[in-house]
């Protein structure tokens, strides 16, 4: 399971951090942590989703660069 491994990772970093009482290494690790998390939920609907048609791979795209439609 990786991506189990990538968001505990990330979550044992936010960790240290605070343990460290470092906040600018607590915010990047916080920071690391949301992407490992987006990016399991994302390997999970992907996973059991039909494929993606090229107009609904651009939405997608879309939205991870914030653009609104």
Sequence with gaps: M???TRTLTASAHV???VRLK???REAV???NLAEA???DA???ALAVAPP???TQV???TGLMKGVRR
């Design 15 to 17: 960790a240290v951090a």
């Design 37 to 39: 998390q987006i990016a």
């Design 52 to 54: 993606l048609t090229p």
């Design 58 to 60: 651009r939405t997608l």
């Design 29 to 31: 690790a916080r920071r």
């Design 22 to 24: 470092d906040p600018e």
């Design 2 to 4: 990786a991506t189990v």
């Design 42 to 44: 994302i390997d999970r």
